[in-house]
């Protein structure tokens, strides 16, 4: 072969490489909007149009469907019907892991044990240990579900020792409330409503779980635009000064959101740590909701995955 000839073969491998490694932007970025329980930055986010205006300065387009279901996410991003599922269960995006769906962390989105409670009436149980046999409701295969298992743990019981069925937040208050059920596992305005309506708390999740919440997207997105990812979590943290540097307006913004009081969401504030950055003890958390899963037959063991190789992303670990 022609020296020529071999090196017009290489400048096209090369070029070729490149284009396939640097891709093009896409139109339109994809971002879940999730405000439940009481995602403050995303709700803050949205009424400034932050995202608009950072990537439409990119010439990017903002879509945000309101995808909220952990399990409906995931499915969104192995379909590539979304980029970046905005608010994750840390458990969501650990069994998508473990069953094939590329995804990966990019950030945390909050902690909250204090948000996540067991709830009754008034004249419900009055402890942990009365629980057996009693009709318990909530969302199956969440953090909540986790809190009910290690709340029966604490009193020497099992999810079998209970009537646990499966209903979201709203029925499961509604079924509470109407007197359908003993105890129902609920979390943000849900929980406030029962609080309202003369419900009592049994526990929350402080010192019993360590619910994480996380960003998440598509690996194959993370991989071709890195630079686009770093832009989200710079206007996720925006988001997240505003509330710090505007803490009433934001409040104010986040109260109107969701259909409740100042006082109620100034309340429920407290309850949430935002900072992004991922850390070891965070890793440990979703380490413990893997073994948790397991545990309850919610993941075969062999499908378990390496929580700090496999599912998180290195930019997860920045503080810029």
């Not at 970046?84 to 969501?92: D, E, I, N, P, R």
């Amino acid at each position: 072969m022609k020296p020529f000839v071999r090196l017009a073969l290489a400048a096209a491998c090369v070029a070729g490489t490149l284009s396939s490694a640097v891709a093009a932007d896409p139109a339109t970025l994809r971002v879940t909007y999730v405000t439940a329980p009481f995602n403050v930055p995303s709700i803050v986010e949205r009424h400034e149009g932050i995202l608009e205006v950072d990537f439409g300065a990119k010439g990017i387009k903002i879509e945000r469907p309101e995808i909220t279901s952990g399990a409906k996410q995931t499915e969104a991003i192995a379909a590539g019907a979304i980029d970046v599922a905005s608010v994750l269960g840390g458990a969501s995006a650990i069994l998508a892991k473990a069953n094939g769906v590329d995804i990966r962390v990019i950030a945390v989105y909050a902690r909250s044990p204090k948000a996540f409670a067991l709830m009754t009436r008034t004249d419900g149980p009055a402890a942990l240990a009365d629980l057996k046999g009693k009709k318990i409701a909530g969302p199956k295969g969440t953090t909540l579900h986790q809190l009910l298992v290690a709340a029966l743990a604490s009193a020497g019981l099992t999810i079998n020792d209970v009537d646990y069925i499966n209903m979201d937040l709203p029925t499961a208050r509604a079924a509470l409330l109407s007197g359908e059920i003993d105890v129902a596992t609920l979390a943000g305005n849900n929980a406030i409503a029962v609080e309202k309506a003369g419900g009592k708390t049994l526990t929350t999740g402080e010192g019993l779980i360590h619910p994480t919440t996380v960003m998440a997207a598509a690996g194959e997105f993370i991989d071709a635009h890195p630079d686009l990812v770093e832009a989200y979590l710079a206007a996720h943290r925006k988001a997240l000064d505003f509330l710090a540097t505007k803490p009433d307006e934001a409040l104010k913004i986040a109260a109107e959101e969701q259909k409740i009081s100042i006082e109620d969401a100034k309340a429920q504030l407290p309850l949430y740590d935002f900072t992004p950055t991922l850390t070891d003890a965070d890793v440990a958390n979703l380490e413990a909701d893997q073994t948790f899963m397991v545990d309850n037959g919610m993941l075969p063991k062999d499908r378990a995955i390496d929580i700090r190789k496999n599912l998180v992303a290195p930019i997860a670990f920045s503080t810029k």
